[in-house]
């Protein structure tokens, strides 16, 4: 079945740091992919979507581009902030039958001043 | 505009009890859903639904059932609360975009213990 892998965390950095969180998934056909951030005590957010291959999501500061071929979708951000300490989940939407949406397990950021 | 409101925000339940997680949304939204959040596991799915009326099974729905009977409204019931079922609760819709849903906006969470 349809499934997402992504890094175990935590993943600690110090300010201004650069963020690789890592996102691979398996899927028939060609499903959207998401990454959602919690910050604590709140639900999970859009932080950015790619809907077809080759697809650059972005937003804040963090950009992940839809790869067909390796089938991933990394998360990227180039200098990060404190403020960016949260959990990040990678996900993506069937194709396939009743849509659904699967996540990955998580990866915790934590920002050290 | 208040998107997904879940209540309670906390919640102690003794075992063999039951109990209603209420989910609303004021977005016109035809998809809601039910996830359970437990460390190490990320979000599962545990029931759907596509619209008033119509609600399907998703990947952990055993002691849990719903209802839609209206697009605004998606309970959660918990029918005998166990152990197992301690959790964090969260509750998403999406609007349909042609055929597929698009992004799912989340509620707060419900904290959910059972002793």
């Known amino acids: 079945g349809d499934s997402v892998t992504q890094m175990e965390g935590p993943v600690t950095l110090s300010e201004e740091a650069f963020l690789t969180i890592n996102c691979t998934y398996t899927?028939?056909?060609?499903?959207?992919l998401f990454w959602y951030v919690q910050y604590p005590g709140e639900g999970l957010q859009l932080l950015l979507k790619?809907?077809?291959?080759?697809d650059k999501g972005s937003n804040k500061g963090f950009e992940a581009t839809y790869r067909k071929e390796t089938t991933s979708f990394h998360l990227e951000k180039g200098s990060v902030q404190v403020s960016d300490s949260a959990v990040y989940f990678c996900?993506?939407?069937?194709?396939?039958?009743?849509?659904?949406?699967?996540f990955g397990t998580g990866t915790r950021l934590k920002v050290l001043a | 505009n208040a998107g997904v409101t879940q209540t309670p925000k906390f919640q102690v339940l003794k075992t063999g009890q039951s109990m209603t997680l209420q989910c609303a949304q004021d977005m016109n939204h035809e998809y809601m859903s039910w996830y359970r959040q437990d460390p190490g596991m990320g979000l599962r799915l545990i029931h759907y639904?596509?619209?008033?009326?119509?609600?399907d099974q998703g990947e952990v729905p055993n002691g849990y059932n719903v209802s839609r009977s209206t697009t605004e409204d998606f309970p959660l019931r918990l029918l005998s609360a166990a152990p197992s079922q301690t959790s964090v609760y969260f509750c998403a819709s999406s609007y349909s975009f042609g055929t597929s849903p698009t992004e799912a906006f989340f509620g707060q969470g419900t904290r959910l213990t059972v002793v």
């Open positions: 899927a028939t056909g060609y499903p959207s």
């Open positions: 996900a993506l939407k069937t194709t396939s039958g009743t849509y659904k949406y699967i």
């Open positions: 790619a809907t077809k291959a080759d």
């Open positions: 639904s596509v619209g008033a009326g119509i609600t």
